[in-house]
């Protein structure tokens, strides 16, 4: 690329996996909206021997709005439309994010994160049948290098398929945690993780989240009517974790 070229939109392309654990991604194609919005939220204040508040970002609420026109053969269409189409609650994709305008060794650059897909609505067009919704964000960025699995890596727009490989310091674990009480599974459950990582467990009582290696203490996991556990921890290493948590409910 030339100095003061502009990016094409083109070329920073999402895949997206089928399912939670996906080892490939799939080409998110027919999409007519996928703008990101970070939502940040700040700390505010005014100290009182400054003449200027002071404005400090504390925290994201990243989405991505979608749109598109469903297609025939379309795996990614299929997965988003059941959600929409059977209601499914506490849906989670995995999506890459790929910059062809960054390669790097035999791929290129990209960031892979875990995001909630929450539907809006379906079938507004008077031509093709259209779904709309957000993805919002549930874990953290991970960065790594993005390589092609099926297309040419001199034509992006003939890639259809990645693999992602993330940098050394970054690889992540699925983590799986299972929400009980003594009468059997908790719905709806929220797994405070930090300031960023926040999910709450399906009709089963389970919640899933990519988490980058390392030791989460003091996961705080709540729901209304329960007493609240402040100080569960979670060690990510090189394997999956499962995680199984008993709640009380209060007095």
């Known amino acids: 690329m030339q100095e003061g070229q502009v990016y094409n939109r083109a070329d920073i392309v999402n895949f997206m996996g089928l399912t939670i654990d996906a080892n490939i991604f799939q080409r998110m ?3 007519t909206e996928a703008g990101k919005s970070l939502n940040s939220s700040t700390y505010d204040r005014r100290y009182v021997d400054e003449k200027t508040e002071r404005s400090d970002v504390v925290a994201y609420a990243t989405e991505i709005a979608y749109a598109f026109d469903r297609m025939y053969g379309n795996a990614v269409h299929n997965v988003i439309a059941k959600v929409h189409d059977d209601e499914i609650v506490g849906f989670n994709v995995p999506i890459v994010t790929v910059n062809f305008n960054e390669p790097v060794n ?4 990209a960031k892979m994160r875990v995001w909630s897909v929450q539907p809006d609505s379906d079938g507004d067009s008077t031509d093709a049948y259209t779904y709309s919704g957000a993805f ?3 874990g953290s960025i991970i960065t790594g290098v993005a390589k092609i699995e099926t297309g040419n890596s001199n034509d992006p727009t003939t890639v259809t398929a990645v693999t992602f490989k993330a940098d050394d310091n970054q690889e992540s674990q699925l983590v799986t945690f299972n929400i ?3 009468e059997g599974q908790v719905s709806n459950a929220k797994i405070q993780i930090d300031s960023s990582n ?3 467990t399906d009709l ?3 919640a899933m989240i990519d988490l980058v290696k390392g030791s989460y203490k003091k996961i705080e996991i709540s729901k209304e009517g329960y007493t609240s556990q402040t100080s569960v921890e979670v060690t990510v290493n090189d394997k999956a974790v499962y995680k199984a948590i008993t709640l009380v409910k209060a007095v």
């Not at 035999?106 to 650059?109: E, Q």
């Open 136 to 138: 919002k964000a549930n």
């Open 204 to 206: 089963n009582g389970i």
């Open 180 to 182: 009980s009480d003594s």
């Open 198 to 200: 926040v999910v709450y």
């Open 29 to 31: 194609k027919g999409f």
């Open 106 to 109: 035999d791929g290129y650059k």
